[in-house]
């Protein structure tokens, strides 16, 4: 299938295809992977794959990290809008969004509109990430995940 299949890249200058299945870095980015094979005589099929490339690394497939925060003061626990989430590890270090807005806009993702208390990143590449989530008047958290965090933050009680 591999190599019958089309294949090709949005952004030439982030990956390219040297061969049949052989995607290589050609600078720092984001861009989505296309692959095109025929099915049938009367079908197409088409995937797609966001991926990128950091400094110093291959092309990388990416993937949506999302969540939601909630307000921990009373119950029943509400969405909260307006928490800071930040990455603090990994190849996406320092990225940022903010609960219940809209997330950064990257190649092969689909943006959803804001939706109160979730918060997304997206052109993440697999593996473990540490997030912190903060808003002023409630406890900072810290939180390893993979894919999906909800992170419930409790007030600051004033001493």
Do not use: C
């Amino acid at each position: 299938m591999t190599q019958l299949a089309e294949w090709r890249t949005d952004d030439p200058t982030v990956a390219t295809i040297s061969g049949p299945g052989i995607v290589t870095s050609a600078g720092i980015g984001h861009t989505v992977l296309r692959v095109a094979w025929k099915a049938s005589d009367f079908f197409t099929t088409t995937y797609f794959i966001p991926i990128a490339v950091f400094s110093g690394t291959a092309p990388l497939e990416t993937y949506e990290f999302e969540g939601n925060i909630f307000d921990g003061g009373g119950a029943p626990r509400t969405p909260l809008n307006g928490a800071s989430v930040e990455i603090l590890t990994g190849l996406v270090a320092g990225r940022q969004t903010t609960s219940g807005s809209q997330p950064d806009f990257f190649p092969g993702a689909t943006i959803p509109p804001p939706v109160a208390g979730h918060y997304a990143f997206f052109g993440i590449p697999s593996g473990t990430y540490r997030l912190r989530v903060s808003k002023p008047g409630f406890v900072t958290q810290e939180v390893d995940t993979k894919q999906l965090a909800d992170v419930v933050l409790v007030p600051q009680h004033e001493s």
